[in-house]
T-cell receptor
Framework: DQQVKQNSPSLSVQEGRISILNCDYT??????FLWYKKYPAEGPTFLIS?????DKNEDGRFTVFLNKSAKHLSLHIVPSQPGDSAVYFC???????????FGKGTKLSVKP | DSGVTQTPKHLITATGQRVTLRCSPR?????VYWYQQSLDQGLQFLIQ???????AKGNILERFSAQQFPDLHSELNLSSLELGDSALYFC?????????????FGPGTRLTVL
């Protein structure tokens, strides 16, 4: 049973527009959520995170929103750039363990 | 460059064989994690070590084992390999073992079992 779900396998947006990547989770014990970006032939790279005590965290063009009641989070990229084209993984952790539970990823394509 | 190194980059072997994947964490990081990424799957957590001790176990098969050495590098041993073990294996490290800590990933080892 998947505890972290990314229901959109792919997303295509135009350069300069907003990209919105969504993630749902089922385990209410999760208290940290992280987004990772992955290019082909490389390991995932940390992008941004949010604690469950917050509902928004911003870092430059990247903003993560958390809706605890809906068990939903989203990553907004504004404005999107062609270099943002990659696979984005949503991950969660909680309890006493530091390991991450990952979604299956969303492949973002930003068209020039 | 995350500072996490993994060797080898690629590994091709036959069913029934045994292989060892190696990971060196970032300097100063005490915690090491192993993840498996199969085709069309997200990263599945296998096992975590912290300062030489096993800290958490995930979906790791009994045919797989791991350890973290005094110099903090880690090895993942995969034995009696099956076709389904073909995957990307990532190692990640973090300074501490608590939730929410950013994990730095290595480039991965691609294992192909023929």
């Amino acid at each position: 049973d998947q505890q972290v779900k990314q229901n959109s396998p792919s997303l295509s947006v135009q350069e300069g527009r907003i990209s919105i990547l969504n993630c749902d989770y089922t385990n209410s014990m999760f208290d940290y959520f992280l987004w990772y970006k992955k290019y082909p032939a490389e390991g995932p790279t940390f992008l941004i995170s949010i604690s469950s005590i917050k509902d928004k965290n911003e870092d430059g063009r990247f903003t993560v929103f958390l809706n605890k009641s809906a068990k939903h989070l989203s990553l907004h990229i504004v404005p999107s750039q062609p270099g943002d084209s990659a696979v984005y993984f949503c991950a969660a952790s909680g309890g006493s363990q530091g390991n991450l539970i990952f979604g299956k990823g969303t492949k973002l394509s930003v068209k020039p | 460059d995350s500072g996490v190194t993994q060797t080898p980059k690629h590994l091709i072997t036959a069913t029934g064989q045994r292989v060892t994947l190696r990971c060196s964490p970032r300097s100063g990081d005490l915690s090491v994690y192993w993840y498996q990424q199969s085709l069309d799957q997200g990263l599945q957590f296998l096992i975590q070590y912290y300062n030489g001790e096993e800290r958490a176990k995930g979906n790791i098969l009994e045919r797989f084992s791991a350890q973290q050495f005094p110099d903090l590098h880690s090895e993942l041993n995969l034995s009696s390999l099956e076709l389904g073990d073909s995957a990307l294996y990532f190692c990640a490290s973090s300074v501490v073992a608590e939730p929410g800590n950013e994990q730095f990933f290595g480039p991965g080892t691609r294992l192909t079992v023929l």
